[in-house]
């Protein structure tokens, strides 16, 4: 199997560590792992792409690549650029530092990545690691994600259905906030929402007076509604949801129909 993966932590980031050990398991010795990942760290840029500047891209290693963009353009650029002549099997994303569940994943470049690879038509999962007081301190906050990450791959690959040329899966996978010997198991859940917190800002003033607006996350050990992402993550469950990126509202199409 050969397998493109990158993050949007940046191509230092730990997480991308965990995920290259857990591609090269699952690429086997016959396979190949190739990572094209942001120089920098790119976190809450979602599905942006580069669309109005170019990006330098820079070879690092033995199929390890850096580019300066978001992860979607790291996907493209793999897919167009470096591996033009061999495409990939799977695409995986991540391992975020941090959840991306709930509302977070609409915020998640690490999503982006994999949307963006879905979108050509390529098997992709998304995969972020949840922190919170039983993992935060362990010497691999990581250890659910390096433990557990090759067999929900291998589930998630095993289960997923034919697939048509339009809008195709993509997996959301988070791992809970916990050390890897007390998950529970997987379960697959939709999306949730956390009720009463969101993104907002955090106002500072600079030195010289300057006023300066800081992007700040709500609380992350708020659960949603029970068998959704979050909550089960709460519960101690690696969380597995399908996803597309058509943002179609389709169960109020019909009772609209009144407009036209």
């Not at 690429?27 to 599905?47: I, K, L, N, R, Y």
């Not at 997923?160 to 997987?186: H, K, M, T, W």
Request: hydrophobic share 40%; net charge negative.
């Amino acid at each position: 199997m050969r397998i493109l993966i990158t993050n949007d932590d940046g191509i230092n980031a730990p997480g991308l560590e965990i995920l290259e050990a857990i591609a090269t398991e699952l690429a086997g010795p016959s396979g190949e792992v190739w990572t094209v990942a942001p120089a920098f760290e790119q976190s809450g840029v979602a599905h942006c792409i580069s669309f109005t500047h170019p990006m330098m891209i820079a070879k690092m290693g033995e199929r390890r690549f850096a580019a300066e963009g978001s992860p979607a353009d790291c996907v493209m650029a793999g897919l167009h650029d470096v591996m033009a002549n061999c495409r990939p099997d799977l695409v995986l994303s991540g391992v975020n530092r941090g959840n991306n569940s709930a509302e977070n994943a609409l915020y998640s470049g690490t999503l982006g990545g994999a949307m963006e690879a879905a979108l050509q038509g390529l098997p992709a999962i998304a995969m972020s690691q949840y922190y919170g007081p039983k993992n935060f301190g362990l010497d691999n906050p990581f250890e659910a994600a390096a433990a557990h990450g090759a067999e929900v791959v291998r589930r998630i690959l095993d289960a997923s259905p034919e697939q048509d040329d339009e809008y195709r899966l993509f997996f959301n996978v988070n791992f809970p906030p916990i050390p890897a010997d007390e998950v529970r198991g997987f379960r697959v859940v939709p999306q949730g929402f956390r009720p009463g917190t969101s993104f907002g800002v955090e106002p500072h003033s600079s030195p010289s007076g300057r006023r300066f607006l800081w992007i700040k996350g709500g609380n992350q050990q708020i659960r949603t509604a029970p068998d959704t992402d979050a909550a089960v993550n709460l519960d101690g469950y690696v969380s597995i949801t399908p996803m597309r990126a058509d943002l179609t509202a389709h169960d109020v199409l019909d009772g609209m129909k009144s407009i036209e």
